[in-house]
């Protein structure tokens, strides 16, 4: 199952023996978390006719989602995928299901769709990670690995643009609870393919501590201080990308152009693309907890320029800059995350990433939306850009400290060693 490439490529990527079509099934899955909730939210305001239960009812959906994520996660460990992830899918897609049915005409109950929509948040089944961690067991090879999550990550940035694309075409159709029961299907489906493909194991892996009974053990941040890092800086993405959201909505708005909302992001979304391909192709000489703060800081010097724009045109080029860095920063995160522990808590670490970066970008955009009708617009951004930029200098900052402690500390040529990199 394991291979390398003597010249690592995308192409070699999607060679290698049984990956493409997990590859495949997580993103027909990971296209679900597009549709589904977008759809949900349409169908429980018509359902309901209230902005505020449906608001309200998305939030519950996406703190059970985020917040229970590394739990999930810790059970794929455990018990492997082909034991934990169909349970996971399989309420999940029937509890949307649920919803669709409950939802399709109004009448409802306010009070059980948000139950509903919160037990369906909290059983979310983590594909993205099983994905990653799948990846990591199918290429060995580092450099191929750091295309193959590149790769990963420009897709799931193209298919969260095509999933709004699909929502419009089914309510322009027919009911928002029709998209509901089309995610219900697809991460089905998806999960399904996924863990019954040669590439996930019919087991949970061997390689499980024997200390504290069966399954691998609960992954804690304090302990990981590489990890702990790429998750800092991840939230402090989430949190500037979530802040563009709304931010650019605002800016668009001001100048009565509020249509082009959608162009605005479209060049996020192309950046991210260009730049994760650009970048996973580049056989990188610093080690991936160097690049991440480096990468951090130029999204954030990005956005920090985009709040100075005077015009639609300056704003659509910046932001397609700072797009640039966005896949490039995921894919650095998910190989210091797969880079810090051993293979039984892979889908724990993917995880802990993910969580980072989604808890982040809500976190964002509620922080702006408080702020966006206080402050100038161009504070707004410098504020947004602040994270990314604070975190990268902390980060940096702590490891050259520890880095210098681990210098006084050695004598001679280990010393010598430290400061040449070896």
């Known amino acids: 199952m394991h291979t390398s490439s003597p010249t690592p490529s995308y192409a070699a990527v999607l060679r290698t023996p049984h990956a493409a079509r997990p590859f495949a099934a997580a993103l027909l899955g990971r296209l679900s978390y597009g549709v589904a909730p977008l759809s949900l939210l349409l169908a429980l305001k018509d359902a309901t006719h209230a902005y505020s239960v449906a608001g309200a009812a998305m939030a519950l959906f996406g703190a059970a989602s985020v917040t229970l994520s590394p739990a999930r996660a810790a059970l794929i460990d455990r018990y492997g995928p082909r034991r934990a992830v169909p349970p996971m899918a399989g309420l999940y897609a029937a509890l949307l299901t649920v919803i669709a049915l409950a939802t399709w005409s109004p009448g409802a109950p306010a009070l059980l769709l948000s139950g509903l929509t919160t037990a369906a948040g909290a059983c979310t089944p983590p594909l993205g990670p099983v994905m990653r961690a799948l990846w990591s067991d199918l290429v060995p090879d580092r450099e191929l690995l ?7 990550a420009v897709a799931e940035e193209l298919m969260y643009v095509t999933a709004p694309l699909l929502v419009g075409i089914v309510v322009t159709v027919t009911v928002p609870a029709a998209g509901v029961l089309a995610g219900a299907v697809l991460v089905f489906v998806g999960a399904v393919a996924l863990v019954t493909s040669p590439a996930v194991p019919r087991a949970a892996r061997a390689k499980q501590p024997a200390a504290g009974g069966p399954g691998a053990p609960r992954l804690r ?4 201080v590489d990890l702990r890092h790429a998750v800092l800086v991840t939230a402090a993405v989430g949190l500037c990308l979530g802040a563009l959201d709304l931010l650019v909505v605002a ?3 001001r100048l009565h152009r509020a249509a082009a909302v959608s162009w605005v992001l479209a060049a996020l979304s192309a950046g991210s693309a260009v730049g994760g391909l650009a970048y996973g192709a580049v056989r990188w000489r610093s080690a991936s907890r160097v690049r991440l703060p480096v990468v951090a800081a130029a999204l954030g010097a990005a956005l920090l320029a985009a709040g100075m724009s005077p015009r639609l ?7 397609a800059v700072a797009g640039l860095f966005v896949a ?11 880079e810090s522990v051993d293979a039984s808590r892979r889908t724990q670490a993917g995880a ?3 969580t980072a970066f989604n808890a982040g970008s ?27 930029l604070l975190c ?11 880095r210098r402690r681990r210098i006084a500390e050695r004598p001679g040529v280990e010393a010598a060693d430290e400061v040449r990199g070896v």
């Open 146 to 152: 750091q295309r193959a999550y590149s790769l990963d």
């Open 221 to 224: 941040l304090r302990g990981i």
């Open 251 to 253: 800016f668009t708005e």
């Open 313 to 319: 045109y300056v704003l659509v080029a910046l932001v």
């Open 328 to 338: 490039p920063a995921l894919t650095t995160a998910y190989l210091i995350a797969d």
């Open 352 to 354: 802990w990433v993910n």
């Open 362 to 388: 809500a976190g964002g955009t509620a922080a702006v939306g408080l702020l966006v009708d206080r402050l100038p617009l161009a504070l707004c951004f410098a504020l947004a850009a602040a994270p990314a």
């Open 392 to 402: 990268a200098a902390a980060v940096a900052g702590a490891r050259g400290a520890a």
